[in-house]
Every structure is written in C-alpha cells, then in structure tokens.
C-alpha cells in the first residue's frame, strides 16, 4: 500500500508565499517522477511542475520565475515552494509520483489535495 500526503495549504494573501509537501510512504522500493497539479473550481486539472529522480525540472509557464520545485529522495518527499502568489493560483493543489512498488510494478500514486486560497 502506498500513499502520498500533501500539506502546507492555506489561505494567503496576494505577493505572499507558502511551501506545499508530499511526502510518499507505504511499501515500495523506489519514487520516480514527481509532479505538482492543480485543479481551479470548474476548471480542468492541469500540470504545474515536475521533476525527475536524476532532478530535472519543468514548470508551466504560468508559473515560471515564481514558483520552484525540490524533492529529498531520503525523506521521498517533494516539495513546491510558491512565491509572489496571485489571485489566480487559487486551486487545490495535488502531488503524483511514480512508484515501483513491493508487488514490482510501477504505478502513479496521487494525493488527496490541498487547497491553496490566495485572497485578501
């Protein structure tokens, strides 16, 4: 069984910041990719970062300059850091990975959201 928390959500007010964590636990041997999505009421998901298990990182434009992307393979969490917060990053924010788990399958696992409000 293999789960991935998120935390760090909140509500926040414009220009400000907050870090998003997900950390993978469960039974399995290895986290491969690791990615950030987000979802806007009556919007469609869409993919906000990403980065590799060798470290390679890819934003969405929207968030380019603002937003950075980490993991720690010891702790198998990832981590979104978000800068200069808009009105329109209001979203619940979700964490997938791929996991080889202890069955020796891979599969993409994701967690249960977290919401982000950027209000004043």
């Known amino acids: 069984q293999v789960e991935l928390v998120e935390s760090g959500g909140g509500l926040v007010q414009p220009g400000g910041s907050l870090t998003l964590s997900c950390a993978v636990s469960?039974?399995?041997?290895?986290?491969?990719?690791m990615q950030w999505y987000r979802q806007a009421p009556a919007k469609a998901r869409e993919l906000v970062a990403g980065i590799t298990k060798s470290g390679r990182i890819d934003f969405a434009d929207f968030v380019k300059g603002r937003f950075t992307i980490s993991r720690d393979d010891a702790k198998n969490t990832v981590y979104l850091q978000m800068n200069s917060l808009k009105v329109d990053d209001t979203a619940v924010y979700y964490c997938t990975a791929e996991v080889f788990a202890t069955d020796r399958v891979v599969r993409s696992y994701w967690g249960q959201g977290t919401q982000v409000t950027v209000s004043s």
């Open positions: 469960g039974s399995f041997f290895n986290v491969y990719d």
